[in-house]
């Protein structure tokens, strides 16, 4: 740094974790988390599904096939929208209508309606993960950046994990649509934190 031309990368890599930096790191925790809880779901309200509306195997599959598509979609869209409105932008939105649509399969009273709201929500889910790689690193020293990433993907396996052991307690007791109530709230009320929150920061935050 010299005069008033401050780097902001040196300015982060000079000093230790921050609060901000803390905070970044675990709402990109949860965001992962998320969405290792939606990968499993579906394993456990499928027999629900096709007992509720008689659907076969391969009615069943075509859903499941659907949030795959988005998720590669939403993958490969994810670079060129963050790089023109923003990362931190397009994540907040992206994280809101994932929450949205995954509450929206709640409401689902047909195949189609399902099959929609889950390619939607493929979509914003695939456009997540990249980004969120990419603004831990941003907002990271370099030599925690590593750590610090393999940190918040080891949310993953914990939302997989505690997900399967929740959802196979709330499908019975619940119904298969209190699942993605769940699924769906979660992200909502994490997106509204990360709009009031994940935004342009004065230096004394880093």
Known sequence: MSGNNIDVRELLDSRDVSAYQKFIVFISFLIVVMDGFDVVIMGFVGPALKEAWNWTNSDLATVLSAAL?????GALTA???GDKFGRRKVLTASVFIFGLFTLLVATASSKTEFIVYRFIAGFAMGGIMPMVA???KEYSPVKRASLL???VFAGFTVGAAGGGFLAAWMVPHFGWASVFVLGGVLPIITAVVMFF???NRSLSWY
Do not use: E, H, S
């Open 197 to 199: 929150t994940c935004q």
């Open 134 to 136: 990419t603004l831990v």
């Open 79 to 81: 670079g060129p929208l």
């Open 69 to 73: 598509f988005g998720l590669t979609f």
């Open 149 to 151: 990433v393999t940190i």
